[in-house]
């Protein structure tokens, strides 16, 4: 059983769920995530998968739909998760022709330069400093963050590798002078084996942990916005448009396989403004 899932009555079940998933090389994030959602839908139901009909697995979405009130991006994840399990493992005939819930094209949270200093200077423990630092500095999701090795890193160079990223790729990313500095102070200070960089007891600090440190450091900052992990990657991404890097360079380096992707950051830069006068203010002078 892999760490962190649901035990639950269907779990013995869904093994042959997780066997497939592994054998087409998805991320530990995926497999927990249709495992849970799978799980919940068969306590649902409370029918063995072979017995589950098109109808029940209706009845579940809108249950979760007009019950539970679920977002539209977790309601798409449970309806992918049950897809996949139905269709792609268990090849059942009927065709799941349910439609996606429309997400909303809301802008990313981007926080200004002057508040992510800021929250790096108020942030005293050492390990959760460099934490904020790395995130922002090279634009990494939270998971590829928690998931660097020491050695995936090369401070000679200025940049480091992900492993098996989003899409089970590999990519280069780079670090700032001063990530550097921060990542060299703290690992002389290390004396263990742990090869991740963002150690903790069990492995690596977990996802929860992380966005517990920013959230904190936002606040003690005194940013009243919510912030949480991708907003440093998102404003990663801002700067980087707001200093004119070309837009492919930026797709590299956040290591997004469609551009679009990247092109949805234009939308989050508010420079384009700098240089406007509302009419207001030209009325008022007048």
């Known amino acids: 059983m892999i760490k962190g899932m649901v035990k639950g009555k269907y779990a013995p079940v869904l ?3 997780i066997a497939d998933l592994r054998l087409r090389n998805y991320s530990k994030r995926t497999i927990d995530s249709y495992f849970y959602h799978n799980n919940k839908f068969l306590e649902f139901v409370d029918k063995s998968p072979k017995d589950v009909s098109k109808e029940d697995i209706k009845k579940y979405l809108s ?5 539970k009130e679920v977002k539209p991006a977790t309601f798409n994840l449970i ?6 399990y139905y269709e792609e493992v268990l ?3 009927f065709k799941l022709d349910l439609k996606r819930a429309k997400l909303g094209k809301s802008l990313p949270v981007v926080i200004s330069r002057k508040e992510i200093k800021q929250m790096i200077e108020v942030t005293s423990n050492q390990k959760h400093k460099l934490l904020i630092t790395v995130l922002y500095s090279a634009g990494l999701r939270v998971s590829e963050c928690l998931s660097l090795k020491i050695d995936h890193i090369s401070l000679e160079n200025k940049s480091g590798i992900i492993r098996k990223g989003k899409g089970n790729k590999d ?3 780079k670090l700032s002078e001063f990530a550097v500095n921060l990542i060299k ?8 084996n742990n090869p991740y960089l963002f150690k903790d007891h069990q492995g690596h600090l977990s996802v929860r942990s992380a966005q517990v440190i920013v959230k904190k450091a936002a606040k003690n900052a005194g940013i009243k916005q919510r912030v949480f992990c991708h907003a440093l990657r998102s404003s990663f991404a ?6 004119k890097v070309p837009i492919n360079i930026v797709q590299k380096l956040l290591g997004h396989k469609n551009i679009n992707t990247t092109l949805g950051y234009l939308n989050t830069s508010a420079s384009f403004m700098d240089n406007v006068e509302s009419p207001l203010d030209k009325i008022m002078k007048n």
Do not use: C, G, Q, V
Request: hydrophobic share 35%.
């Open 15 to 17: 093994k042959n769920l």
């Open 63 to 67: 249950y979760l739909a007009i019950n």
């Open 79 to 84: 309806l992918s998760s049950i897809k996949f």
């Open 91 to 93: 090849k059942k005939r």
């Open 171 to 173: 990519r280069f990313f």
């Open 185 to 192: 102070r703290y690992i002389e200070k290390r004396n263990d």
């Open 238 to 243: 801002t700067h980087l448009i707001e200093d």
